[in-house]
Nanobody, 120 residues
C-alpha cells in the first residue's frame, strides 16, 4: 500500500557528502514520522536520524553535527544530507515511514535500502 523509493547512495571519499532521498507513495493520509536507519556488515541496525510531523529531529551521537534530516511534506519525501562522511558511515541506509492511510489504518513501511560506501 505504501512504497518507499530511496536514492542518493553511492561511493564517496572520506570527507565528502551525499544526499539521500526517501519518497513515500500510496494511499497516505498523513505521515507522522520519517527516519533513516543504517546497517553495516556485522553490526546491528541503528537509528541514524528521525523527523516527526512537527519537524522535531533526533540524531545518533555519531552523526550529530554532520548529518541533517529534513522533509518536504508536499512530496512526502525525507532527505538525509550527509557531510564530512567517514569510513564508519559505510552501510546500507534504510528509510522508515510511519503514518495513517486513507482507510484510517496506520502503517509502517521500509524502503529497500541504498548503499553508502565511504573510502579512506
Amino acid at each position: 500500500q505504501v512504497q518507499l523509493a530511496e536514492s542518493g547512495g553511492g561511493l564517496v571519499q572520506a570527507g565528502g557528502s551525499l544526499r539521500l532521498s526517501c519518497a513515500a507513495s500510496g494511499s497516505i493520509f498523513n505521515i507522522n514520522a520519517m527516519s533513516w536507519y543504517r546497517r553495516a556488515p556485522g553490526k546491528q541496525r541503528e537509528l541514524v536520524a528521525a523527523i516527526t510531523s512537527g519537524s522535531r529531529t533526533n540524531y545518533a551521537d555519531s552523526v550529530k553535527g554532520r548529518f541533517t534530516i529534513s522533509k518536504d511534506n508536499a512530496k512526502n519525501t525525507a532527505y538525509l544530507q550527509m557531510n564530512s562522511l567517514k569510513p564508519d558511515d559505510t552501510a546500507v541506509y534504510y528509510c522508515n515511514t510511519q503514518g495513517l492511510l486513507l482507510s484510517g489504518a496506520d502503517f509502517g513501511s521500509w524502503g529497500q535500502g541504498t548503499q553508502v560506501i565511504v573510502s579512506s
